[in-house]
């Protein structure tokens, strides 16, 4: 079992900057692929970013590549998301989620179904 607690969302201009951070707690951080999903009010939740369990690959979203940054630090059991160039379609919950089970590779660490713990999610609001 693994817990996980996000923090850093909030209220941010477009064109701002936000990093968003998911500690974990439970189990041995390095065991888990991590990964940021978001869902945005009436959508359903979709891939954002994920890393790999020693943080050497990373695999984004072809709407964030470029503006958002996918970090781990297997000391602290933490991931982080830091979002630069917010838009307005960026505004969403954003969630964490591990997964202890599947292998890394950058088509199943994108779906949601891989990953067996989640967090409550943080709200992250742009405006235009």
């Known amino acids: 079992q693994v817990q996980l607690v996000e923090s850093g969302g909030g209220l941010v201009q477009a064109g701002g900057s936000l990093r968003l951070s998911c500690a974990a707690s439970g189990r041995t951080f390095s065991s888990y692929v991590m990964g940021w999903f978001r869902q945005a009010p009436g959508k359903e939740r979709e891939f954002v970013t994920a890393?790999?369990?020693?943080?050497?690959?990373?695999v984004y979203a072809d709407s964030v590549k470029g503006r958002f940054t996918i970090s781990r630090d297997n000391v602290k059991n933490t991931v982080y998301l830091q979002m630069n160039s917010l838009e307005p379609e960026d505004t969403a919950v954003y969630y964490c989620?591990?997964?202890?089970?599947?292998?890394?590779?950058?088509?199943?660490?994108?779906?949601?179904?891989?990953?067996?713990?989640w967090g409550q999610g943080t709200q992250v609001t742009v405006s235009s």
């Open positions: 890393i790999s369990r020693s943080g050497t690959a990373t």
């Open positions: 989620a591990a997964d202890f089970n599947t292998s890394w590779d950058t088509t199943t660490s994108a779906t949601s179904a891989a990953y067996d713990y």
